[in-house]
Structures are given as structure tokens and as C-alpha cells.
Nanobody
Framework: QVQLVESGGGLVQAGGSLRLSCAAS????????MGWHRQAPGKQRELVAT???????KYEDSVKGRFTISRDNAKKTVFLQVNSLKPEDTAVYYC???????????WGKGTLVTVSS
């Protein structure tokens, strides 16, 4: 079984920064993709950024240049540095891990980011 635990969310003013962390434990394959999704109130969950075990990254257009995803494979941890935050970034941020031949996905419980104007 795989467990993902997020941390680092909080209340921040517009223009501020946070660093989100997600620690994975359990049966983690060496080859996988980890990422962050977010869900704002009343909206569907959306992809924010992903990173493969080889370090390839992808970002949703609205966060390019402001958010940076990184990972520490030895510690099985993925990070999301979020800068220049906007009120529209307010959401619950979920960590995601995808691995295995069938692309099995695992989710954390989320961490709330609230950006005040």
C-alpha cells in the first residue's frame, strides 16, 4: 500500500509564497510520476504540475513561472514551491503518485492553501 502525506499549506497574502511537501511511504517503485493537483471551491480538481522520477516536469499554464515542482527520490518526497500567489490559487492541493504497469494512482488527503487579497 502507498500513503501520501501533504504539508505546508496555510493562509498567505497575495504575492506571497509557500512550499508544499508530500512524503510518500509504502511500496514505491523506482519509476513513477508524482504531482500536485488542486481543487477550488465549486470547481473540478485540476492538474497543477507533475514530475517523473527522471526529473521531467509539466505545468498547467496558469502556474508556469510561478510554481516549481521538485522531488527528492531518496526521501520519496515531492515539493511544490508556490510563488507570487493569487487569490485564484486558493484551493486544496492534493499530492498524487502514479506507478506500475497499469498506471495505478494514489492520492493524499490534501493541504489547504488560502490566498487573501
Amino acid at each position: 500500500q502507498v500513503q501520501l502525506v501533504e504539508s505546508g499549506g496555510g493562509l498567505v497574502q497575495a504575492g506571497g509564497s509557500l512550499r508544499l511537501s508530500c512524503a510518500a511511504s509504502g511500496s514505491i517503485f523506482s519509476a513513477n510520476a508524482m504531482g500536485w493537483h488542486r481543487q477550488a471551491p465549486g470547481k473540478q480538481r485540476e492538474l497543477v504540475a507533475t514530475i517523473t522520477s527522471g526529473g521531467s516536469t509539466k505545468y498547467e499554464d496558469s502556474v508556469k513561472g510561478r510554481f516549481t515542482i521538485s522531488r527528492d527520490n531518496a526521501k520519496k518526497t515531492v515539493f511544490l514551491q508556490v510563488n507570487s500567489l493569487k487569490p485564484e490559487d486558493t484551493a486544496v492541493y492534493y499530492c498524487n503518485l502514479e506507478q506500475g504497469p497499469y498506471g495505478t494512482q494514489y492520492w493524499g488527503k490534501g493541504t489547504l492553501v488560502t490566498v487573501s487579497s
